[in-house]
């Protein structure tokens, strides 16, 4: 079982947003703005999409976007394209001696 | 542009010892604004941190695996390894390596392309 709490699925239509939440403790999530999230397309090593809860890597598009909410981080899609369909991942610095936590993973179906 | 390149055996027996490398090129491991750390991936399954280093040779490893590992790191070839001791077939998976923020656990970027280690006689 994993520290941090997802979906296991979410879908949505193209041109449509969605969203992926990511619930941990105040331990974790709740407790610090150290919340990323991993974009995973099968047989490919995770991608950077999110860091600091909000903030977007160089050339990650601006249709994705982060927030959280006391102990619940997310993860929103906006304008689904085809190319979005993947895993996604999200982790967060925790205070407990296991340092880093990742959520079990969420797959996203664009219909 | 850093690049993570992970190489080592992709099979391993039963109670040996799982040992791979991570190459970094395009950016020097010496750097001061970031550890560097492996990541797993069991078949069909999430993402599990193993440890990281800074280059220094300070290392942090997830508890459950402590007894375990080691990671390591050579500044002078720009890599850092990771020996994984008495493996099991609950040890395979895909394993990577990447560059992590400060403190650890903040973000991980650039990944390696990952490896895929079996444990089996």
């Known amino acids: 079982q994993s520290a941090l709490t997802q979906p296991a699925s979410v879908s949505g239509s193209p041109g449509q947003s969605i969203t992926i939440s990511c619930t941990g403790t105040?331990?974790?999530?709740?407790?610090?703005?150290?919340v990323s999230w991993y974009q995973q397309h099968p047989g490919k090593a995770p991608k950077l999409m999110i860091y600091?809860?909000?903030n977007r890597p160089s050339g990650v598009s601006n249709r994705f976007s982060g927030s959280k909410s006391g102990n619940t981080a997310s993860l929103t899609i906006s304008g689904l394209q085809a190319e979005d369909e993947a895993d996604y991942y999200c982790?967060?610095?925790?205070?407990?001696?296991?340092?880093?936590?990742f959520g079990g993973g969420t797959k996203l179906t664009v219909l | 542009q850093l690049q993570l390149q992970e190489s080592g055996p992709g099979l391993v027996k039963p109670s040996e010892t799982l040992s791979l490398t991570c190459n970094v090129t395009?950016?020097?491991?010496?750097?001061?604004?970031?550890?560097w750390g492996w990541i797993r991936q069991p078949p069909g399954k999430g993402l599990e941190w193993i440890g990281s280093?800074?280059?220094?040779?300070?290392?942090s490893y997830n508890p459950s695996l402590k007894s375990r590992v080691t990671i390591s790191v050579d500044t002078s070839k720009n890599q850092f390894s990771l020996k994984l001791s008495s493996v099991t077939a609950a040890d395979t998976g895909v394993y990577y390596c990447?560059?992590?923020?400060?403190?650890?656990?903040?973000?991980?970027?650039?990944w390696g392309q990952g490896t895929l280690v079996t444990v089996s006689s």
């Open positions: 990447a560059r992590l923020g400060i403190p650890v656990g903040d973000w991980f970027d650039p």
């Open positions: 395009g950016g020097s491991i010496s750097s001061s604004s970031y550890y």
């Open positions: 280093i800074y280059y220094s040779g300070s290392t």
């Open positions: 105040s331990s974790d999530v709740g407790g610090y703005d150290y």
């Open positions: 600091d809860v909000s």
């Open positions: 982790s967060s610095y925790t205070s407990s001696s296991t340092l880093v936590v």
